[in-house]
């Protein structure tokens, strides 16, 4: 496309999401919460983002995925301003970045208020990875987002000032904490997808007839499972901290729009001298298994 196209077919849609977006729909959208970015204040990028369609409406199917980046960005934004006090620009890394959602979307809210910011999507997915380069230069934002195809256990993520991970699948999330950690990013901010890891260690252990006081855990797949969650959560938790990070866990949307609405937010600070100790105890309390983590950072 070139730039006179582009500047009229945004001009465009910039007047269809004006008309479409009345303060009702748009209240309808939000549930009258305050979110990072509405429809009418940002078309150019939603519709890079396939959020919107060309008529600037939003397919049902789409809602989720913009309430959840942006109650990402919106529950980051005192961290943000905290490293904004620290760097003239901010250097993100978006780790499992998929199409680039919450990559584009931090773009677009620092430019719109003028910060400045770099983010950097990684994904080991080449053809998505194509896509979210195609992306970038529909919403305008190549000059400050760049997209690089690759495995996390392979980036050298040194210079970045904050690791972010929305539904990195497996241990991707895993992946994006010790990025972080080997980079010393100042901060870390992870929304878990659906690690197995504990899980699958859990259920090894109860085919092999081990028993516990963990036993019933073990052994029931859908208690094993959610369990397995919340705990490989908290034993990030006191891994991060361990290494000197000051971490909390939140909701960050509410669960009817994602069941994985666990934000982990890590601050690089005092972490806690005892939590490394607290994490094997946990590890030997639960079963003996814990996260390979454990090893890495
Ligand atoms: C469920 S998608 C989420 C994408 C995006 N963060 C979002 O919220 O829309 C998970 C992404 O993580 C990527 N991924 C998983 N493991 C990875 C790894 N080890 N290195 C790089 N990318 C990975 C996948 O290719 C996929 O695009």
Known sequence: MSVATRASWATALADRARTHWTPERTRELTGGKELEILPAEAPQLLRALGILDGDATMPPARVRKFLQINHVARAMRPAMAELRT???????????????????????????RGHRLEVLGVD????????????AELAEL??????????????????????????????????????G?????????????????????????????????????WRTPHVRRETAAHLTDAMRMLLLRARGYDTTAMEF???EHTKKNTLLRAMRGTGDPHARAEYEALVAATGGRGLAL???I
């Open 253 to 255: 949307i509410a669960a």
């Open 86 to 112: 620290r760097h003239d620009v901010v250097k993100l890394l978006d780790a499992g970045c998929g199409r680039s959602y919450l990559t584009l979307l931090l773009a677009w809210v620092a430019r719109s």
């Open 294 to 296: 454990a090893q890495r």
């Open 124 to 135: 080991r997915n080449a053809e998505v990875i194509a896509e979210c380069r195609r992306r």
């Open 181 to 217: 950690v080997a980079a010393s990013a100042e901060l870390i901010a992870v929304a878990p997808c659906c690690q197995a890891e504990l899980a699958r260690g859990w259920k090894e252990l109860a085919e092999s007839g081990a028993t516990g006081a963990f036993g019933t855990v």
């Open 142 to 179: 190549d000059d400050v987002v760049t997209f690089r195809a690759a495995a996390l256990e392979t980036v050298d993520a040194g210079g970045t000032h904050g690791v972010f991970a929305l539904h990195a699948c497996d241990t991707a999330t895993c992946d994006a904490i010790a990025l």
